[in-house]
C-alpha cells in the first residue's frame, strides 16, 4: 500500500520546525494524527492517540521516577511524540526519563523558543490535509476506474491488480475480520484492518 501518512520524521524535516529529537529515535516513524499542548500531569483521560503532546515543562514532573512514569503514561495512551520547549519551565530531565523513551521507541522533541507551539500544530494540520487530499485523489481514480473497467469483463483478480495500479494503494473487499468477499481477490494482512 501506498504509505502517505503524517509522522514524527515528517515533523523533524520541516526546516521552519527546527525540532530536535533528544530520545526515542527509533519512534520517529510512528503516526501523528493532531499536536496539542498540554501542561497537565495526566492529560491521557482527553487523548484519542497518534498526539504530538507539546508543553512548556510545567506538566514534568521533577523526580526521576515520576518523569520516567510521566513518559510512560504517555506511551502507553498512543501519544507519538512529546515535544518539550527549549529554556521555559521543563525540570533537569533524568537519565530514568531518557532510558525509558529510548526503551519504548518514544520520541521526546525539543522546540526551540522561538518557534511557537502554534507553528507545529499548523503544520501537522496541513500535512494531515495535504494527506486527505491525496486520499480523496486516490478514491476518486478508483471510483472513475471502475467504471470504464467493468465494460472490459475482467475476472476479479486482474480487476483489483489494475485498481491498485491506478491508486498506489492495496485494494481489499473484505469482512471486518478480514475474509475476503469476492473469490481471487486477497486477504489483507492482519495488521492492515
Do not use: N
Not at 43 to 56: C, D, N, R, Y
Amino acid at each position: 500500500m501506498a504509505d502517505h501518512k503524517v509522522t514524527v520524521e515528517d515533523l523533524l524535516r520541516s526546516p521552519a520546525l527546527q525540532l530536535r529529537v533528544l530520545a526515542g529515535e527509533a519512534g520517529l516513524s510512528r503516526s501523528v494524527s493532531w499536536a496539542h499542548v498540554s501542561e497537565l500531569a495526566d492529560p491521557t483521560p482527553w487523548l484519542l492517540g497518534a498526539e504530538v503532546i507539546m508543553t512548556t515543562g510545567r506538566a514534568v514532573p521533577r523526580s526521576a521516577a515520576r518523569q520516567r512514569a510521566y513518559l510512560e503514561r504517555l506511551d502507553d495512551a498512543g501519544v507519538s511524540a512529546l515535544a518539550l520547549s527549549a529554556q521555559l519551565h521543563v525540570p533537569p530531565l533524568h537519565q530514568a526519563f531518557f532510558e525509558a523513551a529510548e526503551e519504548r521507541g518514544m520520541p521526546v522533541l525539543e522546540v526551540p523558543l522561538a518557534v511557537p507551539f502554534i507553528a507545529v500544530s499548523q503544520e501537522v494540520a496541513a500535512a494531515l490535509q495535504e494527506d486527505a487530499s491525496h486520499r480523496l485523489g486516490a478514491q476518486l481514480q478508483v471510483f472513475g476506474a471502475l467504471r470504464w473497467l467493468a465494460a472490459e469483463d475482467l475476472d476479479t483478480a486482474t480487476l483489483f491488480k489494475r485498481l491498485e495500479r491506478l491508486s498506489g494503494y492495496d485494494v481489499y473487499l473484505c469482512t471486518p475480520q478480514g475474509r475476503p468477499l469476492l473469490p481471487g481477490v486477497p486477504a489483507p494482512a492482519l495488521g492492515v484492518l
